[in-house]
């Protein structure tokens, strides 16, 4: 057989039957055609060319994974001009530093919607007016509820916010990143600062994501750049009866014997954005069942997310913007998933099953404290 019959052949293999298998005679299907059959099926020498080319990508693997090394070190840097901005952000969020006239002006495209709100702002100025005779100016200290209006704002956020958690968090004043330092191993540490509250005594809550960029040696193919591995929170030093990640249940029991009835308390995990700090751990094996490495992926999804978009771009979180940016951009994802469903067929989908992801959870290291 020809090199070119038989590359014509892998390739209906590959293409027609490979991920519907093959109908044997009885009209039974067999598994499907793997990667590793159609090499071996290549000639001697083919296949020894084959086995070299895959050497030199493992190499461009290993010169990739240098090349995100070398972007987190620019990330590091570029994150040091970054700070003095956030440091401002802060102050003017906080009410510490009152924004200039000429640092307060902005040029809007949206010149309708201005002019309809500066009627609306006229007309409330005349109504003020009136009652500024018997109700004195309020003026509020700063941006008032800055990050928990994001949090509320952003579905991945909102999901772990519960009613409890927000009189805590409009004590949150500023949310930092800082990554590792050189010759230390790949992280980032999310830096959650809060002002003097009656919940507990820290002054920084802290979630620290470990990081890897090198291929993997029994898949180095698989390497598309740095990945989080595991991360650590911090323990929160929780004022008597306020840690909202636990709750008091009262129980029943009933002597067997004497028939007497006693009531104990019990404390039993409560949900709470706060559990955020105390998260699952990686098995150092990689063994873990679904429930805990959903939760973890999870863990890392939010992680990378306040890094990369809510960290640098907090006020347009704020406004609104972001989020209609984030929307397109998921509806465009979604618009390319339907039309490739269209294609294959639709599938049925089995595994909708609920799960807890509330469980037994290591104590972590210690959180900042002023």
């Known amino acids: 057989m020809s090199l070119l019959l038989l590359h014509h052949r892998i390739l209906s293999l590959l ?9 044997n005679q009885g009209g039974q299907m067999d598994k499907p055609v793997s990667f590793h ?19 030199l990508q493992v190499q461009c693997a290993n010169i990739e994974a240098k090349f995100y090394e070398e972007v987190h070190e620019l990330e590091r840097k570029y994150a040091a001009l970054y700070q003095p901005l956030f440091d401002k952000r802060r ?43 018997t109700t004195p100016v309020e003026d509020p200290k700063g941006i008032p509820e800055f990050w928990i209006t994001i949090f509320k704002s952003v579905d991945m956020l909102s999901d772990m916010l519960q009613e409890h958690d927000e009189p805590i968090l409009k004590h949150l004043k500023d949310i930092q990143v800082k990554f590792s330092e050189p010759g230390q191993p790949m992280s980032f540490t999310l830096e959650f600062h809060f002002e003097p509250n009656g919940f507990f005594n820290n002054a920084v809550l802290t979630k620290v994501y470990k990081m890897k960029s090198e291929p993997d040696a029994s898949e180095p193919f698989n390497f598309e750049g740095p990945e989080i591995i595991d991360c650590e929170g911090c323990q929160i030093d929780w004022h008597k009866g306020k840690d909202v990640t636990v ?11 004497r028939g007497t009835v006693r009531t104990v308390t019990k404390q039993v995990p409560n949900d709470s954005f706060f ?3 105390n998260p699952v751990k990686a098995s150092p094996d990689g063994e873990m069942d679904e429930d805990s490495e959903f ?8 992680g990378h997310f306040f890094r990369e978009r809510i960290i640098p ?8 913007e972001a989020l209609e940016d984030d929307e ?11 039309e490739e469903q269209d294609e294959e067929g639709d599938e049925d989908d089995d595994d909708d099953g609920d799960f807890d992801p509330k469980k037994e959870q290591p104590q972590p290291a210690e959180c900042k404290q002023q």
Not at 37 to 55: G, I, T
Request: proline letters at 2%; glycine letters at 6%.
């Open 15 to 23: 293409f027609g039957k490979a991920d519907q298998g093959m109908q």
């Open 37 to 55: 059959f159609l090499e071996s099926m290549l000639p001697k020498a083919v296949k020894r060319r084959v086995h070299a080319l895959k050497r």
């Open 91 to 133: 102050d003017i969020v906080t009410g510490t530093v009152e924004p200039t006239d000429e640092e307060c002006e902005w040029q809007s495209d949206r010149e309708e919607e201005e002019e309809l709100a500066e009627a609306v702002k006229e007309k409330a100025t005349i109504e003020d007016a009136k009652k500024e005779e």
């Open 247 to 257: 709750k008091t249940i009262k129980k029943k029991q009933k002597h067997k014997g």
């Open 275 to 277: 559990n955020f700090f």
């Open 295 to 302: 939760t973890l992926a999870t863990d890392f999804e939010i």
């Open 313 to 320: 771009r907090a006020v347009l979180y704020f406004t609104g």
């Open 328 to 338: 397109s951009f998921e509806e465009e994802e979604l618009e390319e998933g339907d």
